[in-house]
């Protein structure tokens, strides 16, 4: 049960800090606005966060 409320709240953070990255690298200004780029970032940061963890959750079991 823990392991998927830890997974929420980090998939949260780096969700977070991706839209923050994203709007270091295009230089936009930091507000507390909804952009449809950055949510879209974010939202295939945290795609790609979830494949990766579900990749090392399977190579765990193999074993």
Not at 42 to 47: S, V
Request: glycine share 20%; proline share 2%; hydrophobic share 55%.
């Amino acid at each position: 049960m823990w392991q998927g409320v830890l997974v929420g709240v980090l998939l949260g953070v780096v969700g977070a800090l991706g839209g923050l990255f994203y709007k270091w690298i295009t230089g936009q200004e930091m507000t507390f606005e909804i952009d449809i780029p950055s949510l879209g970032f974010t939202a295939l940061g945290g795609i790609v966060l979830l494949a990766v963890l579900r990749l090392l959750q399977g190579a765990g079991n193999r074993r």
